[in-house]
């Protein structure tokens, strides 16, 4: 009988269980609909009957974002790992190495080169699994970076933002990327090349305090919460209830703090447009058409 118990049925168990991975459904947020993953991934991360928008990783938003999804991955420069041998519950080294296993990338921020409606322009996404999209050296020279190489290809620099802030663990280090990249901002602006930013959800501290309200043109994703400090943190400070809706993307565009809300399904189409009106480059040319088929 022991054996029956201890070693058939558990067999017999393990044979039968399906595993099933940990990202198969994805709840929706607002509605709590569980969506498929694959139908949700062809959806670019948009909840078809809310519309509500998830994150969107930064290699997936790059391949939506140039031509066939094919883009050159520009090299971003070193930086110190960690100046300051930062410890909490954890060692700072160790974080990192958790969130590059997690995302595959070396740190916040990935950008690249390559053609938007056949325009050339330079991306940059800062990506929010990676340690909340916090802004420190490292992610601060891949912002200059981003915006240095636009200024020597001659091209439009567009900047996908989603961060909780400054890094903490590099401290004033990482406060010193606000100044820093709020310069190479201006290097671009005299080279008079533009400069579009997308605010994404979310898009607060040390981003909006520099490069990411700096934009020629301010386009925020529906529904993205956009601040400095975080609505429960102003309440608390200010003792007042806030109106509905604050700090939201479609209350900072009735109040004048974004130019537009426009959903990722036409986001694409209309960076290629500003980018064209912006650099006065003629319209795209039409794409060649398909050869007839054979006669059977």
């Not at 050296?137 to 567009?158: F, N, Q, S, Y």
């Not at 520099?210 to 934009?215: A, H, K, R, T």
Request: with cysteine.
């Amino acid at each position: 009988m022991n054996w029956i118990s201890n070693v058939v049925r558990p067999k017999i168990r393990s044979f039968l269980k399906r595993e099933v991975p940990e990202n198969l459904w994805v709840k929706c947020p607002e509605t709590g609909q569980l969506v498929f993953y694959k139908d949700l991934e062809a959806n670019q991360f948009v909840i078809p009957s809310s519309n509500y928008h998830m994150r969107m990783g930064a290699a997936a938003r790059l391949a939506s974002l140039f031509d066939s999804g094919q883009y050159e991955e520009i090299e971003i420069p070193e930086v110190p790992l960690d100046p300051l041998k930062f410890r909490d519950e954890r060692r700072y080294t160790e974080r990192l190495k958790d969130a590059r296993a997690k995302t595959g990338l070396n740190d916040a921020i990935k950008i690249a080169f390559g053609d938007l409606d056949r325009l050339p322009v330079v991306a940059a996404v800062q990506d929010f699994d990676f340690m909340g999209g916090s802004l420190g050296m490292a992610a601060g020279e891949a912002v200059i970076k981003a915006l240095e190489t636009a200024v020597e290809k001659r091209t439009p620099c567009i900047m996908f933002v989603a961060s909780g802030g400054a890094r903490m663990q590099e401290g004033i280090l990482s406060l010193m990327q606000l100044p820093r990249t709020t310069v190479a901002v201006q290097d671009l602006r005299e080279a008079k090349q533009p400069y579009i930013v997308v605010l994404t959800n979310p898009t607060t501290g040390g981003v909006t305090a520099s490069y990411g309200m700096l934009g020629d043109v301010q386009i925020a994703e529906p529904g993205a919460l956009i601040g400095f400090a975080g609505p429960r943190v102003i309440e608390q400070t200010i003792r007042e209830k806030l109106p509905d809706g604050f700090q939201r993307a479609e209350y900072l565009k009735d109040h004048g703090m974004v130019d537009m809300v426009v959903h990722r399904h036409q986001l694409r189409a209309t960076l290629a447009r500003l980018c064209r009106v912006l650099t006065k480059a003629p319209p795209a040319p039409p794409m060649p058409a398909l050869p007839a088929p054979a006669p059977a």
